[in-house]
């Protein structure tokens, strides 16, 4: 089927503004990953879910992210009070289960805080 | 902690040249090992994968890596880039989170 999908494409926020992020994974893909990737940089991981479960959060940067999947298949990554610095590309992934199983990317959300 | 160092930022090559781009990494574990290439606007796609088994890896688009454990190492070649390998590639370690490079952009001169 479909690939990883992500709505929006892109986003502005104004400085202070929630924002919200969607992503789709592959159909009956267990696990989903979230990535940062700054201007010229690699993909930093955010964290990661196991059917409804977030088994990692280690790289949310701070207490305004928060990321959730309710019924373990679509996620949304919510960034509350954005600021300048939350200007990245967030990547979504997800993969059909097990160690070392390739992660199937979508193409991202450009997020622009003004 | 893992992490993976790709020391070129950008290597230009001419089209028809062989192409070796370098991918060190640090893991405490049997790696999982991945190259992944992003085009502009575009998702990552990945070329290819390593865990165990042979050390020469094959991949899509006639690319290969070679895990060398003694140099920590998982280089990517392939023996004559087309103009439309332009692009940027990241290498990747991990076993559920990926930790990646900081990419090497990729030019083809005619």
């Known amino acids: 089927g479909a690939g990883v999908s992500q709505s929006p494409r892109y986003k502005v926020a104004k400085r202070g503004q929630d924002v919200a992020l969607r992503c789709d994974p592959i159909?009956?893909?267990?696990?989903l990953f979230w990535y940062q990737q700054a201007l010229g940089q690699g993909p930093e991981f955010l964290t990661y879910?196991?059917?409804?479960?977030?088994?990692?959060k280690s790289g949310l940067p701070s207490d305004r992210f928060f990321a959730e999947r309710p019924e373990g298949s679509v996620s949304t990554l919510k960034i509350q009070r954005t600021q300048q610095e939350d200007s990245a590309v967030y990547l979504c992934?997800?993969?059909?289960?097990?160690?070392?199983?390739?992660?199937?990317f979508g193409p991202g959300t450009r997020l622009t805080v003004l | 902690a893992q992490s993976v160092t790709q020391p070129d930022i950008h290597i230009t090559v001419s089209e028809g040249a062989s192409l070796e781009l370098r991918c060190n990494y640090s893991?405490?574990?049997?790696?999982?090992l991945f190259w992944y290439v992003q085009s502009p606007g575009q998702g990552l796609q990945l070329l290819l994968k390593?865990?165990?088994?042979?050390?020469l890896v094959q991949g899509i688009k006639g690319f290969e890596a070679e895990f060398k454990r003694s140099q920590s190492s998982f280089n990517l070649r392939k023996p004559s880039v087309h103009w439309s390998d332009a692009a940027e590639y990241f290498c990747?370690?991990?076993?559920?989170?990926?930790?990646f490079g900081t990419g090497t952009r990729l030019t083809i001169i005619p």
């Open positions: 390593y865990f165990s088994g042979d050390t």
């Open positions: 992934a997800s993969s059909s289960a097990g160690l070392g199983d390739t992660q199937y």
């Open positions: 159909s009956g893909h267990v696990s």
């Open positions: 879910f196991q059917n409804e479960a977030q088994l990692d």
């Open positions: 893991y405490g574990a049997t790696p999982y």
């Open positions: 990747a370690v991990g076993e559920e989170k990926l930790t």
